[in-house]
Each structure stands twice: as C-alpha cells, then as structure tokens.
C-alpha cells in the first residue's frame, strides 16, 4: 500500500475507498508523529486512536474474541529515495464483564535527499499496549492501560504510561457507539543519553534531566459509526493535562473511514493531528499525518 502526506493524502485516499467494492458486513475498527505520513505511521502506546470495546445488542451475548492485522508501505525514486513501512497487530478477548485488549505497532523508514546519496533512516519506533476493562454495568466501565514506546527521534529508550479510568458508554449499540473516559496518567521517560548531550551541546543552558516522571489527568471522548452495511468511522480526542506544571498539556484527534472489501480485508484511512504544548527543542509541536492501510480482520 502507498501512504501520502496531509490534505493531498485525505482526498487520494478517499477516490480508492471510493473503488473499492464491499461485499461483506464486517466492522473493523482499530488504533492508528513527527514525520510525515509517506514514511509510514501508526501509533499505539497511551495517546492515538482508541476504539470502543467490541458492542451488542443487550439480548446477545458481548462474549468473542477479535484479530486485526495492519500494514503498508512506501517507496519512491529519482530525484530523492524513500523506503518506508508500517504494522501493526491488534487482538481483544471479551468473556462476561472483563475484557483484554493487546495492542502492538512498528514503524521504520530511510530516505535520501539525492538519487546517489546515501540512505539515512527517518523514522524508527516500535510500541506495544495493554488495556483490561470490567464492565460493572452495561454503561461504566473500569479500566487499566499500560504502554511502552521506544522512538529514536524522540529521544525515547522507553516512555512507559499506566493509568487507570472509568468509561461511561452513553450510546452503546451495534451500529454506534458514544462514550466518554476519565482517568489518571503516569509517564515516565528514559531519554536517550546521546540525544541529550546533543541537545545541551547546541544549548548548554536547557535543563533535560535522562530521566522524567508526570502525573497527568486525561480525558477522552469517542465516537463510532457503521455508517453503511461494510462502511465505518471512527474518530477519538483525548487530552493530557500535567497537574505539576500547566505548560506541559497534550492533545490528540484521530478519525478513521474503513471500507470492508470482503469478508477478511478492508480498506482503511485514518487521519492523526496531534498537538504538545510544550515539546524538547528541536521537535516540533503539532503533527499531522494521514495514512492508507490495508486490513486483515479475523473474528
């Protein structure tokens, strides 16, 4: 599959959903930053796009388990080359009122700015996830996430995020869902030495300790639709506020269109924008990124 950068990515992406011809009335749904979305992206751990517990009707049973699989690619020659690629697993099991979700992700890219220069990579980070919810009623639900994210061009040897929350599900059908979380977030970074020291040689006056805890309070609101027998969206804002230091406050929107092709594959493009108030210097403060992904969903 081919991803493409921003607004000319949204409209690309749609003419191929627009070809597509869907034949079966599956659901997929599944998760989708500072570069750009033609060197492949897909995030998982703590912010990003989040998903609604797998929903039905109140008089079936809610019992199952689900596996999503994710991948695409990009490659490009001439006056500059670029190869890139992204995947990314996604695995939930619902028995009664507790359900787990596993949640795993790879992103890596090279590129070089002339024809005969050299490869250098660009992108490179890998990511895992881990959420286990219990329903205590069929509205509220209590839950426990965990993440782990390493990112070379953060920074990153390890971001590790866990923090627990209520849900409450004010829609919660089959074919739309609507809800909103509220929890706590703990962060705890394990920068790069070598990034540091790169950091503080450009400017010997910042202040970047290796190591950072922040607690954090956030808040989410999803929406789900099967807008069409094989076609759904999906979209999620969350927002982390540090309750140490006020500048440090993030923000994340994800929207995904999915247009199931069969009974196993879909086509899927998510639009990411994500937003840090106060990001290490020398990385940017918003992202926008689009993709196109091909989907393999097994129930």
């Not at 599956?26 to 979305?37: D, E, I, Y």
């Not at 086509?267 to 992202?287: C, F, I, M, R, W």
């Amino acid at each position: 599959m081919v991803f493409a950068t921003c607004k000319s990515a949204a409209a690309g992406a749609l003419a191929v959903l627009a070809l597509a011809a869907p034949s079966a009335a599956q659901s997929p749904t599944g998760l989708s930053n500072q570069k750009p979305a033609s060197e492949g992206k897909t995030d998982v751990a703590t912010e990003g796009f989040q998903t609604a517990p797998e929903r039905a009707a109140e008089d079936e049973s809610k019992d199952g388990s689900h596996l999503k699989l994710s991948a695409g690619g990009f490659l490009s020659g001439g006056n500059s080359r670029t190869i890139s690629y992204t995947a990314s697993a996604d695995y939930s099991i619902r028995r009664s009122d507790s359900q787990f979700t596993v949640l795993a992700a790879a992103n890596y890219g090279r590129s070089a700015p002339e024809d005969d220069g050299p490869l250098e990579t660009t992108v490179e980070n890998y990511q895992g996830r881990l959420r286990y919810d219990y329903f205590v009623t069929s509205s509220i639900a209590a839950f426990l996430v965990g993440s782990a994210r390493n990112d070379r061009f953060q920074g990153l040897n390890l971001r590790l995020n866990i923090g627990p929350g209520l849900a409450y599900y004010f829609i919660d059908e089959k074919e739309q869902g609507f809800w909103v979380e509220l929890g706590y977030d703990f962060q705890y970074d394990f920068r790069d030495p070598d990034y540091i020291d790169g950091l503080l040689l450009a400017d010997p006056t910042l202040s970047l300790p290796e190591k950072e805890k922040r607690h954090n309070v956030r808040a989410f609101v999803g929406y789900d639709n099967q807008m069409a027998e094989a076609v759904t969206f999906s979209t999620g804002l969350e927002y982390l506020q540090n309750v140490e230091a006020a500048e440090n406050a993030r923000l994340n929107f994800d929207a995904a269109l999915a247009v199931q092709i069969n009974q196993a594959f879909a086509v899927a493009v998510t639009v990411s924008l994500k937003y840090d108030n106060n990001p290490l210097p020398g990385v940017e403060d918003t992202d926008l990124v689009t993709a196109l992904n091909l989907v393999y969903t097994m129930d």
